[in-house]
Nanobody
Framework: QVQLVESGGGLVQPGGSLRLSCAASGFTLDYYAIGWFRQAPGKEREGISCISSSDGSTYYIDSVKGRFTIIRDNAKNTVYLQMNNLKPEDTAVYYC??????????????????WGQGTQVTVSS
């Protein structure tokens, strides 16, 4: 069974940090691009980052660039999202998903599947 499970969310103050995990089972992680997405109340799901299946190239949307880092650990079959200097506008449910395409990735919702259940991130003082 293909499964992705997100964890690591929680409540954090502005300027704080969180490290989210996306644990994969039922498939070999290194053959897939993995994306991180988020959905805030009243908004559509938004792609924020991805890491490719081939050369490890990464993509970040401008609003998280320099603050978030996506990390692949194929030995643990896990992808992480390190989030630093968090802002209230980062508050959302965060999801991971996979894309079988090889080469550079873009975190486009329509291209990804096998969505996890999501983990809540709340940034508030």
């Amino acid at each position: 069974q293909v499964q992705l499970v997100e964890s690591g969310g929680g409540l954090v103050q502005p300027g704080g940090s969180l490290r989210l995990s996306c644990a994969a089972s039922g498939f070999t992680l290194d053959y897939y691009a993995i994306g991180w997405f988020r959905q805030a109340p009243g908004k559509e799901r938004e792609g924020i980052s991805c890491i490719s299946s081939s050369d490890g190239s990464t993509y970040y949307i401008d609003s998280v660039k320099g603050r978030f880092t996506i990390i692949r650990d194929n030995a643990k079959n896990t992808v992480y999202l390190q989030m630093n200097n968090l802002k209230p506008e980062d508050t959302a449910v965060y999801y991971c998903a996979r894309d079988p395409v090889r080469g550079p990735c873009l975190p486009l919702v329509a291209d990804f599947g096998s969505w996890g259940q999501g983990t809540q991130v709340t940034v508030s003082s």
